[in-house]
């Protein structure tokens, strides 16, 4: 039997007297692409921010891997194999795009501190790999070609492939896309759904918060909604779109119209 690669049980967030999640309960099966979907306000992003470490849970538990992660630091999260993408795009902007995909690889560097600081051999061999691995990485995106470019001159579409390069360097696991759809034209879009697929076929995990129904509708094999901060469905994207629950959150528009 297939167990979750990520599975979170009566997970709750407070914030004062306002309560961003309650008890939700989900599974992100291995392999698969997940979507997250709800309102806006519905506490996606919160729930994207506990998992990673970014905020402490209230009550709850989450397991990845069958290890607790529940209060886990945000930097050892990441080196167990968890790494995601934001809502607001977090790039260096004025560093080249091929050195914004080395920082993701030097974060599994081991003794990469101590060889820069001395410049030593194994340094020059680590920094030949590192730059090797990151043209890989951005000829992985299509970005190759901007490689020596300023982030902060890329197109809206292109800084959000550069983002999710970036998360790939840290050769995750389970990866985590926040809105990554967000601000694009449908060509992007189109480009964003097949990077998505090649992700997958690379045997990472892929669990998105996405507000386009169409893309979510078109790629996920599964999706859980959230409302208010509570899970009200979850299931197939044929199941999920046809719940009354969910066609009254969305204002009673049908989803794939979205």
Same mark, same amino acid.
């Given at each position: 039997?297939?167990?979750?690669?990520?599975?979170?049980?009566?997970?709750?967030?407070?914030?004062?007297?306002?309560?961003?999640?309650?008890?939700?309960?989900?599974?992100?099966?291995?392999?698969? @692409?997940?979507? =997250?979907?709800?309102?806006?306000?519905?506490?996606? +992003? &919160?729930?994207?921010?506990?998992? &990673?470490?970014?905020?402490?849970?209230?009550?709850?538990?989450?397991?990845?891997?069958?290890?607790?992660?529940?209060?886990?630091?945000?930097?050892?999260?990441?080196?167990?194999? @968890?790494?995601?993408?934001?809502?607001?795009?977090?790039?260096?902007?004025?560093?080249?795009?091929?050195?914004?995909?080395?920082?993701?690889?030097?974060?599994?560097?081991?003794?990469?501190? !101590?060889?820069?600081?001395?410049?030593? /051999?194994?340094?020059?061999?680590?920094?030949?790999?590192? +730059? #090797?691995?990151?043209?890989? =990485?951005?000829?992985?995106?299509?970005?190759?070609?901007?490689?020596?470019?300023?982030?902060?001159?890329?197109?809206?579409?292109?800084?959000?492939?550069?983002?999710?390069?970036?998360?790939?360097? +840290?050769?995750?696991?389970?990866?985590?896309?926040? %809105?990554?759809?967000?601000?694009?034209?449908?060509?992007?879009?189109? %480009? =964003? @759904?097949? =990077?998505?697929?090649?992700?997958?076929?690379?045997?990472? #995990?892929?669990?998105?918060?996405?507000?386009?129904?169409?893309?979510?509708?078109?790629?996920? %094999? !599964?999706?859980?909604?959230?409302?208010?901060? %509570?899970?009200?469905?979850?299931?197939?994207?044929?199941?999920?779109?046809?719940?009354?629950?969910?066609?009254?959150?969305?204002?009673?528009?049908? /989803?794939?119209?979205?």
């Amino acid at each position: 039997m297939v167990k979750p690669i990520l599975e979170i049980f009566s997970l709750t967030k407070n914030f004062g007297g306002v309560v961003a999640l309650n008890e939700v309960d989900l599974k992100v099966m291995p392999g698969q @692409i997940t979507s =997250l979907i709800g309102p806006n306000g519905a506490g996606k +992003t &919160t729930l994207f921010n506990c998992l &990673t470490g970014l905020i402490s849970l209230t009550t709850g538990r989450i397991q990845f891997q069958q290890t607790d992660m529940s209060g886990m630091a945000a930097h050892r999260i990441t080196s167990s194999g @968890i790494a995601r993408t934001f809502q607001n795009i977090r790039l260096f902007s004025e560093m080249t795009v091929l050195d914004n995909v080395k920082i993701g690889l030097h974060t599994q560097s081991k003794g990469y501190l !101590w060889s820069a600081i001395s410049r030593n /051999l194994d340094y020059k061999k680590e920094e030949e790999q590192v +730059t #090797t691995s990151a043209y890989q =990485l951005l000829e992985f995106v299509n970005l190759a070609q901007f490689s020596h470019q300023q982030a902060n001159n890329l197109s809206y579409g292109d800084q959000r492939r550069l983002e999710i390069a970036r998360a790939l360097a +840290t050769e995750p696991k389970l990866l985590l896309l926040d %809105e990554p759809a967000a601000g694009m034209n449908p060509q992007e879009t189109n %480009e =964003l @759904i097949h =990077l998505i697929h090649n992700i997958k076929s690379r045997g990472i #995990t892929i669990f998105l918060i996405e507000h386009d129904m169409k893309l979510v509708m078109q790629i996920s %094999e !599964w999706i859980t909604v959230l409302d208010y901060g %509570e899970k009200i469905s979850q299931g197939p994207p044929d199941v999920v779109q046809s719940d009354p629950l969910v066609i009254s959150a969305y204002l009673g528009q049908s /989803l794939d119209k979205q």
